[in-house]
């Protein structure tokens, strides 16, 4: 299965700022099947970013994916306080589908 | 409104059995994939099981195959998850999501496995 690793584990910022946050795969993801998801606490997780870097509808443009092959990117320009949540990659390319571990982002 | 309401969750013993159920509304729940996950507590998502709109391609995790089962019902627009010999480490808020990208999410429902 393919492992997707996460980093920094905490991402500490102010608002306005910018957030950067990466996900590896263990192996190739050939079809662009990486999503990013946002999960404040106590919520479901809210898709914000499919294929890579396409935006979810509703989800702002402050939010914005990419990457290919095995290392890809979510950013967040101009930090907002509720964007405090955790973000978690995934990866639908290829069965069992898989998830990071996420990273956390405290604004 | 396009919206999935997951039921059926609660604190069963180890070896014990529990049927969710995933309730579709808003959008054509015969043209969609849907997916179960799961998520243990302080834990990230774990991908659980897929079946395909007609039902005849269904897919699970090793940490689930031959004790869990996938199914649905077209005609009542639900998604069902039958789950045999639960472990503690099943533990979890199940949800139910809509492929392929899971843009639609329930809100999910705790099964607890404990004695």
């Known amino acids: 299965e393919i492992v997707l690793t996460q980093s920094p584990g905490t991402l500490s910022l102010s608002p306005g700022e910018r957030a950067t946050l990466s996900c ?14 946002q999960q404040r606490p106590g919520q479901t997780p ?6 890579v870097s396409s935006r979810a509808t509703g989800i702002p443009d402050r939010f ?14 101009r930090l907002e306080p509720e964007d405090s949540a955790i973000y978690y990659c995934h990866q639908y390319d290829t069965s069992p589908r898989t998830f990071g571990q996420g990273t956390k982002v405290e604004v | 409104e396009v919206q999935l309401v997951e039921s059926g969750g ?21 043209d969609y994939w849907m997916h179960w996950v799961r998520q243990a507590p302080g834990k990230g998502p774990v991908w659980v099981a897929r079946m395909s709109s ?5 897919g699970y995790a090793d940490s689930v195959k031959g004790r869990f089962t996938i ?5 009542k627009n639900t998604l069902y998850l039958q789950m045999n010999s ?22 999910g429902t705790m099964v607890t496995v404990s004695s």
């Open chain 1, 46 to 51: 809210r898709l914000l970013i499919y294929g």
């Open chain 1, 64 to 77: 914005s994916g990419s990457g290919s092959g095995t290392d890809f990117t979510l950013t967040i320009s």
């Open chain 2, 86 to 107: 639960l472990r503690a480490e099943d533990t979890a808020v199940y949800y139910c999501a809509r492929h392929p990208t899971l843009d639609v999410w329930g809100q």
């Open chain 2, 10 to 30: 609660g604190l069963v013993q180890p070896g014990g059995s529990l049927r969710l159920s995933c309730a579709a509304s808003g959008f054509s729940f015969s």
């Open chain 1, 24 to 37: 590896r795969a263990s192996q190739i993801i050939s079809s662009s099947y990486l999503a990013w998801y």
């Open chain 2, 71 to 75: 199914s649905r019902d077209n005609a």
């Open chain 2, 54 to 58: 007609d039902g005849t391609n269904i």
